[in-house]
Protein backbone atom coordinates (compact mmCIF):
# COMPACT_ATOMS: atom_id res chain seq x y z
CA UNK A 1 0.00 0.00 0.00
CA UNK A 2 1.19 3.05 -0.59
CA UNK A 3 2.13 6.05 1.82
CA UNK A 4 -0.10 8.67 2.16
CA UNK A 5 0.35 12.13 0.56
CA UNK A 6 1.20 14.81 2.92
CA UNK A 7 -1.33 17.72 3.30
CA UNK A 8 -0.31 21.14 2.36
CA UNK A 9 -3.03 24.00 2.89
CA UNK A 10 -3.43 26.68 0.25
CA UNK A 11 -4.69 30.18 1.86
CA UNK A 12 -6.82 31.50 -1.27
CA UNK A 13 -7.09 34.51 -2.47
CA UNK A 14 -6.43 36.42 -5.82
CA UNK A 15 -2.60 35.80 -7.20
CA UNK A 16 -0.65 34.05 -9.05
CA UNK A 17 -2.50 30.77 -9.31
CA UNK A 18 -5.69 29.57 -10.10
CA UNK A 19 -7.24 26.56 -7.98
CA UNK A 20 -7.08 24.22 -10.69
CA UNK A 21 -3.73 24.66 -11.41
CA UNK A 22 -2.59 24.23 -7.98
CA UNK A 23 -4.46 20.98 -7.96
CA UNK A 24 -2.47 20.16 -11.20
CA UNK A 25 0.85 21.03 -9.78
CA UNK A 26 0.15 19.14 -6.50
CA UNK A 27 -0.85 15.62 -8.23
CA UNK A 28 1.24 13.19 -6.77
CA UNK A 29 3.21 15.47 -4.25
CA UNK A 30 0.70 16.50 -2.16
CA UNK A 31 -2.93 16.60 -0.46
CA UNK A 32 -4.19 20.69 -1.02
CA UNK A 33 -6.74 21.74 1.23
CA UNK A 34 -8.19 25.13 0.45
CA UNK A 35 -8.27 27.64 3.53
CA UNK A 36 -11.31 30.23 2.22
CA UNK A 37 -12.42 33.51 4.23
CA UNK A 38 -15.67 34.26 2.24
CA UNK A 39 -15.43 37.86 2.84
CA UNK A 40 -12.45 37.82 0.42
CA UNK A 41 -14.43 39.22 -2.44
CA UNK A 42 -12.36 36.63 -4.77
CA UNK A 43 -13.03 33.41 -2.39
CA UNK A 44 -16.46 34.15 -2.47
CA UNK A 45 -17.23 33.94 -5.85
CA UNK A 46 -14.75 30.72 -5.96
CA UNK A 47 -16.67 29.32 -2.85
CA UNK A 48 -18.87 26.89 -4.23
CA UNK A 49 -16.56 26.16 -7.29
CA UNK A 50 -14.12 25.60 -4.62
CA UNK A 51 -15.76 23.24 -2.45
CA UNK A 52 -16.91 20.82 -5.88
CA UNK A 53 -13.01 20.13 -6.34
CA UNK A 54 -11.75 19.53 -3.42
CA UNK A 55 -11.40 19.89 0.43
CA UNK A 56 -12.31 23.09 1.74
CA UNK A 57 -11.62 24.79 5.52
CA UNK A 58 -13.87 27.85 6.07
CA UNK A 59 -12.39 30.36 8.06
CA UNK A 60 -14.89 33.26 7.63
CA UNK A 61 -15.13 35.08 10.76
CA UNK A 62 -12.70 33.05 12.74
CA UNK A 63 -9.64 33.86 14.86
CA UNK A 64 -6.08 32.64 14.02
CA UNK A 65 -6.86 30.65 17.54
CA UNK A 66 -10.02 29.38 15.90
CA UNK A 67 -8.23 28.16 12.58
CA UNK A 68 -5.44 26.74 14.23
CA UNK A 69 -7.66 24.30 15.87
CA UNK A 70 -10.20 23.75 12.72
CA UNK A 71 -10.29 20.03 12.11
CA UNK A 72 -8.95 20.28 8.42
CA UNK A 73 -6.04 21.65 9.38
CA UNK A 74 -5.67 18.40 12.16
CA UNK A 75 -2.88 17.07 10.41
CA UNK A 76 -1.46 19.43 8.06
CA UNK A 77 2.13 19.40 6.88
CA UNK A 78 2.57 22.60 4.99
CA UNK A 79 0.94 26.08 4.38
CA UNK A 80 1.79 28.52 1.65
CA UNK A 81 -0.28 30.87 -0.37
CA UNK A 82 0.14 32.63 -4.01
CA UNK A 83 -1.57 35.68 -2.95
CA UNK A 84 0.01 39.13 -1.54
CA UNK A 85 -3.05 39.67 0.56
CA UNK A 86 -2.89 36.46 2.28
CA UNK A 87 0.94 36.56 3.25
CA UNK A 88 1.13 38.16 6.73
CA UNK A 89 -1.92 35.68 7.49
CA UNK A 90 -0.79 32.59 6.36
CA UNK A 91 2.75 33.41 8.13
CA UNK A 92 0.99 33.80 11.20
CA UNK A 93 -0.58 30.26 10.87
CA UNK A 94 2.63 28.63 9.73
CA UNK A 95 4.40 30.19 12.77
CA UNK A 96 2.06 28.72 15.07
CA UNK A 97 2.73 25.28 13.84
CA UNK A 98 6.20 24.96 13.10
CA UNK A 99 5.62 24.88 9.42
CA UNK A 100 8.29 26.32 6.72
CA UNK A 101 7.28 29.75 5.45
CA UNK A 102 8.08 33.37 5.92
CA UNK A 103 8.92 34.08 9.18
CA UNK A 104 6.20 37.14 10.30
CA UNK A 105 8.90 39.45 10.01
CA UNK A 106 9.79 38.55 6.80
CA UNK A 107 5.95 38.57 5.92
CA UNK A 108 5.50 42.27 6.63
CA UNK A 109 8.96 42.94 5.10
CA UNK A 110 7.64 41.59 1.72
CA UNK A 111 4.28 43.45 1.82
CA UNK A 112 5.24 47.20 3.25
CA UNK A 113 7.22 48.71 0.52
CA UNK A 114 8.46 51.40 3.00
CA UNK A 115 9.93 48.45 5.51
CA UNK A 116 11.75 47.29 2.69
CA UNK A 117 13.56 50.38 1.61
CA UNK A 118 14.69 50.29 4.97
CA UNK A 119 16.18 47.14 5.58
CA UNK A 120 17.93 47.24 2.08
CA UNK A 121 19.72 50.38 3.08
CA UNK A 122 20.37 48.75 6.59
CA UNK A 123 21.64 45.64 5.04
CA UNK A 124 23.95 47.75 2.25
CA UNK A 125 22.25 46.61 0.05
CA UNK A 126 20.76 49.29 -2.11
CA UNK A 127 19.54 53.21 -0.39
CA UNK A 128 16.81 54.78 -2.54
CA UNK A 129 15.14 57.80 -0.53
CA UNK A 130 12.03 56.71 0.50
CA UNK A 131 9.41 58.66 2.47
CA UNK A 132 5.84 57.69 3.83
CA UNK A 133 3.09 60.04 3.05
CA UNK A 134 -0.72 61.26 3.98
CA UNK A 135 -3.09 63.56 2.29
CA UNK A 136 -3.96 64.26 5.88
CA UNK A 137 -0.62 65.18 7.05
CA UNK A 138 -1.15 68.39 4.61
CA UNK A 139 0.95 69.70 1.44
CA UNK A 140 3.90 70.95 3.84
CA UNK A 141 4.74 67.21 5.12
CA UNK A 142 4.31 66.38 1.50
CA UNK A 143 6.86 68.79 0.08
CA UNK A 144 9.15 67.74 2.89
CA UNK A 145 9.16 64.23 2.23
CA UNK A 146 9.76 65.22 -2.00
CA UNK A 147 12.58 67.52 -1.16
CA UNK A 148 14.59 64.21 0.14
CA UNK A 149 13.38 62.00 -2.54
CA UNK A 150 13.69 64.19 -5.65
CA UNK A 151 11.37 64.90 -8.02
CA UNK A 152 10.66 63.31 -10.44
CA UNK A 153 9.71 60.40 -7.94
CA UNK A 154 7.72 57.31 -7.29
CA UNK A 155 4.03 57.56 -5.36
CA UNK A 156 2.39 54.17 -4.45
CA UNK A 157 0.37 52.39 -1.77
CA UNK A 158 3.19 51.24 1.25
CA UNK A 159 1.13 48.43 0.36
CA UNK A 160 -0.21 46.99 -2.59
CA UNK A 161 0.28 44.33 -5.72
CA UNK A 162 -0.25 45.29 -9.59
CA UNK A 163 1.05 49.37 -9.95
CA UNK A 164 -2.42 49.49 -8.89
CA UNK A 165 -2.47 53.70 -7.45
CA UNK A 166 0.56 53.86 -8.69
CA UNK A 167 2.28 56.38 -10.47
CA UNK A 168 5.23 59.50 -11.56
CA UNK A 169 5.21 62.71 -9.79
CA UNK A 170 6.80 65.64 -10.86
CA UNK A 171 5.75 68.37 -8.61
CA UNK A 172 4.08 68.90 -4.91
CA UNK A 173 0.87 69.80 -6.32
CA UNK A 174 0.56 67.09 -8.51
CA UNK A 175 1.38 64.86 -5.85
CA UNK A 176 -1.05 66.34 -3.28
CA UNK A 177 -3.70 65.93 -6.40
CA UNK A 178 -2.88 62.14 -6.77
CA UNK A 179 -2.87 61.34 -3.28
CA UNK A 180 -6.24 63.02 -2.48
CA UNK A 181 -7.95 61.13 -5.56
CA UNK A 182 -6.12 57.53 -4.31
CA UNK A 183 -7.58 58.27 -0.82
CA UNK A 184 -10.84 58.75 -1.69
CA UNK A 185 -12.50 55.43 -0.50
CA UNK A 186 -9.38 53.53 -0.15
CA UNK A 187 -9.16 50.96 2.81
CA UNK A 188 -5.47 52.50 3.88
CA UNK A 189 -4.16 55.94 3.37
CA UNK A 190 -0.39 55.30 3.71
CA UNK A 191 1.59 56.03 0.31
CA UNK A 192 5.28 56.01 -0.17
CA UNK A 193 7.16 58.50 -2.55
CA UNK A 194 10.40 57.15 -3.16
CA UNK A 195 13.37 58.18 -5.31
CA UNK A 196 12.57 57.41 -9.40
CA UNK A 197 15.03 54.97 -10.82
CA UNK A 198 16.08 55.84 -14.52
CA UNK A 199 16.54 53.04 -16.20
CA UNK A 200 19.35 53.01 -19.26
CA UNK A 201 17.72 51.75 -22.97
CA UNK A 202 21.32 51.14 -24.11
CA UNK A 203 21.23 47.78 -21.81
CA UNK A 204 17.79 46.22 -23.77
CA UNK A 205 17.42 46.32 -27.06
CA UNK A 206 14.62 48.79 -28.67
CA UNK A 207 11.38 47.13 -27.78
CA UNK A 208 11.54 46.31 -24.75
CA UNK A 209 11.45 47.45 -21.23
CA UNK A 210 14.36 48.69 -19.26
CA UNK A 211 13.26 46.67 -16.20
CA UNK A 212 13.13 42.81 -15.54
CA UNK A 213 12.02 40.46 -12.67
CA UNK A 214 14.17 37.64 -11.15
CA UNK A 215 11.62 34.43 -10.29
CA UNK A 216 12.82 32.37 -7.36
CA UNK A 217 12.65 29.57 -4.91
CA UNK A 218 14.20 29.33 -1.29
CA UNK A 219 14.19 26.23 0.63
CA UNK A 220 15.61 26.53 4.14
CA UNK A 221 17.68 29.72 3.33
CA UNK A 222 18.85 28.07 0.13
CA UNK A 223 17.62 30.17 -3.25
CA UNK A 224 17.48 28.85 -6.83
CA UNK A 225 17.00 31.39 -9.15
CA UNK A 226 14.71 29.69 -12.12
CA UNK A 227 14.39 32.26 -14.68
CA UNK A 228 14.92 35.93 -15.04
CA UNK A 229 11.59 37.46 -17.01
CA UNK A 230 11.91 39.82 -19.60
CA UNK A 231 8.85 42.85 -20.21
CA UNK A 232 7.85 45.29 -22.69
CA UNK A 233 7.71 49.03 -21.97
CA UNK A 234 5.39 50.51 -19.54
CA UNK A 235 2.46 52.11 -20.05
CA UNK A 236 1.62 55.47 -18.42
CA UNK A 237 1.77 56.39 -16.02
CA UNK A 238 4.06 52.70 -14.42
CA UNK A 239 1.40 50.06 -15.97
CA UNK A 240 3.36 46.39 -17.03
CA UNK A 241 2.43 45.61 -20.55
CA UNK A 242 3.14 42.54 -20.46
CA UNK A 243 6.15 39.55 -20.05
CA UNK A 244 8.51 37.52 -21.94
CA UNK A 245 10.32 34.26 -21.17
CA UNK A 246 13.78 33.98 -21.32
CA UNK A 247 14.78 37.76 -20.67
CA UNK A 248 17.09 39.32 -23.38
CA UNK A 249 19.91 40.42 -21.27
CA UNK A 250 23.88 39.91 -21.76
CA UNK A 251 25.39 37.45 -18.95
CA UNK A 252 27.15 40.01 -16.53
CA UNK A 253 23.53 41.87 -16.57
CA UNK A 254 22.24 38.53 -15.55
CA UNK A 255 24.75 37.69 -13.31
CA UNK A 256 24.55 40.89 -11.02
CA UNK A 257 20.73 40.59 -11.37
CA UNK A 258 20.75 37.42 -9.72
CA UNK A 259 23.38 38.25 -7.23
CA UNK A 260 21.31 41.48 -6.37
CA UNK A 261 18.35 39.37 -5.59
CA UNK A 262 20.09 37.15 -3.44
CA UNK A 263 21.52 39.76 -1.14
CA UNK A 264 17.45 41.44 -1.36
CA UNK A 265 15.77 38.23 -0.05
CA UNK A 266 18.84 37.77 2.37
CA UNK A 267 17.93 41.35 3.52
CA UNK A 268 14.39 40.64 4.04
CA UNK A 269 15.04 37.30 5.61
CA UNK A 270 13.16 35.59 2.61
CA UNK A 271 14.50 32.50 3.94
CA UNK A 272 11.77 29.78 2.38
CA UNK A 273 9.43 29.89 -0.24
CA UNK A 274 8.79 31.72 -3.98
CA UNK A 275 10.05 35.03 -4.67
CA UNK A 276 9.46 37.63 -7.66
CA UNK A 277 12.23 40.12 -7.13
CA UNK A 278 11.25 43.51 -9.63
CA UNK A 279 14.94 45.02 -11.05
CA UNK A 280 15.23 48.46 -13.14
CA UNK A 281 17.93 48.07 -15.10
CA UNK A 282 19.91 51.28 -14.89
CA UNK A 283 23.11 53.28 -16.31
CA UNK A 284 25.25 51.74 -12.70
CA UNK A 285 23.94 48.05 -13.08
CA UNK A 286 20.43 46.43 -11.53
CA UNK A 287 18.57 48.12 -8.69
CA UNK A 288 15.43 47.16 -6.86
CA UNK A 289 12.20 48.22 -7.46
CA UNK A 290 10.69 45.50 -5.02
CA UNK A 291 10.67 42.30 -3.66
CA UNK A 292 7.55 40.19 -3.50
CA UNK A 293 7.39 36.78 -1.57
CA UNK A 294 5.06 35.02 -3.65
CA UNK A 295 4.74 33.65 -7.51
CA UNK A 296 5.03 36.74 -9.54
CA UNK A 297 1.91 37.13 -11.49
CA UNK A 298 1.55 35.39 -14.88
CA UNK A 299 5.32 34.16 -15.04
CA UNK A 300 4.68 30.43 -14.04
CA UNK A 301 2.56 29.71 -17.31
CA UNK A 302 5.34 31.96 -19.38
CA UNK A 303 8.09 29.50 -17.63
CA UNK A 304 5.48 26.69 -18.03
CA UNK A 305 5.00 26.64 -22.31
CA UNK A 306 8.56 28.12 -22.27
CA UNK A 307 10.81 25.39 -20.68
CA UNK A 308 8.38 22.89 -19.52
CA UNK A 309 8.71 24.02 -16.03
CA UNK A 310 6.53 24.19 -13.40
CA UNK A 311 6.87 26.89 -10.88
CA UNK A 312 3.88 26.45 -9.15
CA UNK A 313 4.67 22.76 -8.37
CA UNK A 314 8.54 24.11 -7.43
CA UNK A 315 6.90 26.51 -4.45
CA UNK A 316 4.42 24.00 -3.46
CA UNK A 317 7.66 21.65 -2.77
CA UNK A 318 9.61 24.33 -0.92
CA UNK A 319 6.55 24.63 0.87
CA UNK A 320 6.73 20.95 2.13
CA UNK A 321 10.32 21.74 3.09
CA UNK A 322 11.47 20.15 -0.13
CA UNK A 323 14.25 21.37 -2.61
CA UNK A 324 12.72 22.33 -5.52
CA UNK A 325 13.82 20.41 -8.66
CA UNK A 326 16.00 22.24 -11.33
CA UNK A 327 14.40 23.61 -13.89
CA UNK A 328 15.49 22.35 -17.68
CA UNK A 329 18.82 24.18 -18.82
CA UNK A 330 17.34 25.13 -22.62
CA UNK A 331 14.02 26.54 -23.67
CA UNK A 332 11.43 25.31 -26.24
CA UNK A 333 10.36 28.72 -27.18
CA UNK A 334 10.62 32.23 -26.63
CA UNK A 335 6.84 32.63 -24.83
CA UNK A 336 5.24 36.12 -24.42
CA UNK A 337 1.70 37.86 -22.58
CA UNK A 338 0.74 41.16 -24.30
CA UNK A 339 -1.50 43.16 -22.70
CA UNK A 340 -3.82 45.35 -24.43
CA UNK A 341 -4.16 48.33 -22.25
CA UNK A 342 -6.42 51.28 -21.99
CA UNK A 343 -4.77 54.73 -22.56
CA UNK A 344 -5.64 56.92 -19.22
CA UNK A 345 -7.90 59.12 -20.53
CA UNK A 346 -10.47 55.40 -21.05
CA UNK A 347 -13.08 55.16 -18.57
CA UNK A 348 -15.56 52.37 -20.46
CA UNK A 349 -14.65 50.05 -23.47
CA UNK A 350 -16.73 50.80 -26.18
CA UNK A 351 -15.86 47.70 -28.46
CA UNK A 352 -12.76 45.04 -29.23
CA UNK A 353 -12.15 43.42 -32.59
CA UNK A 354 -10.03 41.50 -34.42
CA UNK A 355 -9.48 38.69 -31.91
CA UNK A 356 -10.55 36.16 -34.51
CA UNK A 357 -8.44 37.65 -37.01
CA UNK A 358 -5.39 37.69 -34.65
CA UNK A 359 -6.07 34.16 -33.79
CA UNK A 360 -5.11 33.19 -37.19
CA UNK A 361 -1.32 34.02 -36.90
CA UNK A 362 1.57 31.68 -36.41
CA UNK A 363 2.70 32.03 -32.99
CA UNK A 364 -0.60 33.33 -30.91
CA UNK A 365 -1.90 30.79 -29.39
CA UNK A 366 -4.72 32.31 -27.44
CA UNK A 367 -6.44 35.87 -26.90
CA UNK A 368 -8.69 36.57 -23.37
CA UNK A 369 -10.89 39.33 -23.74
CA UNK A 370 -11.24 40.27 -20.19
CA UNK A 371 -13.30 43.12 -20.66
CA UNK A 372 -16.88 42.65 -22.11
CA UNK A 373 -17.94 46.02 -24.10
CA UNK A 374 -19.84 48.57 -21.96
CA UNK A 375 -17.41 47.67 -19.10
CA UNK A 376 -15.60 50.01 -16.43
CA UNK A 377 -11.66 50.48 -17.14
CA UNK A 378 -9.57 52.96 -14.76
CA UNK A 379 -5.73 53.61 -15.09
CA UNK A 380 -5.83 53.40 -11.27
CA UNK A 381 -6.22 49.72 -11.29
CA UNK A 382 -2.97 49.84 -12.45
CA UNK A 383 -1.81 46.04 -14.53
CA UNK A 384 -5.06 45.06 -13.94
CA UNK A 385 -7.27 47.86 -16.03
CA UNK A 386 -5.76 46.00 -19.35
CA UNK A 387 -9.18 44.71 -21.59
CA UNK A 388 -7.17 41.58 -23.19
CA UNK A 389 -4.94 39.25 -22.73
CA UNK A 390 -2.89 37.73 -25.51
CA UNK A 391 -0.47 34.59 -25.05
CA UNK A 392 1.80 33.43 -27.89
CA UNK A 393 5.37 32.41 -28.55
CA UNK A 394 8.05 33.31 -31.13
CA UNK A 395 11.20 31.35 -32.06
CA UNK A 396 13.30 33.87 -30.50
CA UNK A 397 13.19 37.56 -29.67
CA UNK A 398 12.74 39.07 -32.83
CA UNK A 399 9.67 36.77 -33.88
CA UNK A 400 7.84 37.93 -30.43
CA UNK A 401 8.84 41.73 -31.17
CA UNK A 402 6.87 40.72 -34.63
CA UNK A 403 3.95 39.28 -33.13
CA UNK A 404 3.85 42.29 -30.83
CA UNK A 405 3.40 44.73 -34.04
CA UNK A 406 0.88 42.09 -35.46
CA UNK A 407 -1.24 41.99 -32.40
CA UNK A 408 -0.66 46.11 -32.41
CA UNK A 409 -2.11 46.43 -36.14
CA UNK A 410 -4.93 43.55 -35.70
CA UNK A 411 -6.68 44.51 -32.05
CA UNK A 412 -8.91 47.49 -32.89
CA UNK A 413 -10.27 49.14 -29.83
CA UNK A 414 -12.94 51.73 -28.55
CA UNK A 415 -13.13 53.54 -25.37
CA UNK A 416 -15.50 56.81 -24.03
CA UNK A 417 -13.01 58.96 -22.87
CA UNK A 418 -13.42 61.68 -19.95
CA UNK A 419 -12.78 64.72 -20.66
CA UNK A 420 -9.86 65.31 -19.03
CA UNK A 421 -7.89 63.13 -16.23
Avoid at 18 to 27: E, T, V
Avoid at 165 to 192: K, P, S, Y
Avoid at 201 to 221: F, K, M, N, Q, R
Wanted: aromatic residues 6%; proline residues 5%; charged residues 25%.
Amino acid sequence: MSAALPSVAIVVDFGAASPMSILAAARGLAQVVFVCDRRRPYVHALFDDLAALGTVCDVTDLSDDQIDGHPALRHLDAITTFSEHQLVRTAALAHRRGLPFLSPDAAVAATDKYRQRELLAEAGVQHTPSRIVRFRDGPAALAAALAETGLPAVLKPRSGAASARTCLIHTVGEAEARLREFTVGAEADEFVVEQMLTGDPAITAAGWGDYVSVESVTSYGHTRHIEITGKFPLASPLRETGYVVPALLDEDTRRRALDLTSAALMALGVGHGASHVELKLTPTGPRIIEVNARVGGYVADLIRRARGYDLIRAALQAALGRPCTEPPAGYRRHAFQYFVTPPMAAERLRRIDGIDELLQHRGVHLVEAVKEPGTRVDWRDGTLAYVAIVHGSGADHGEVLDLVETIRRTIRVEYDERASD
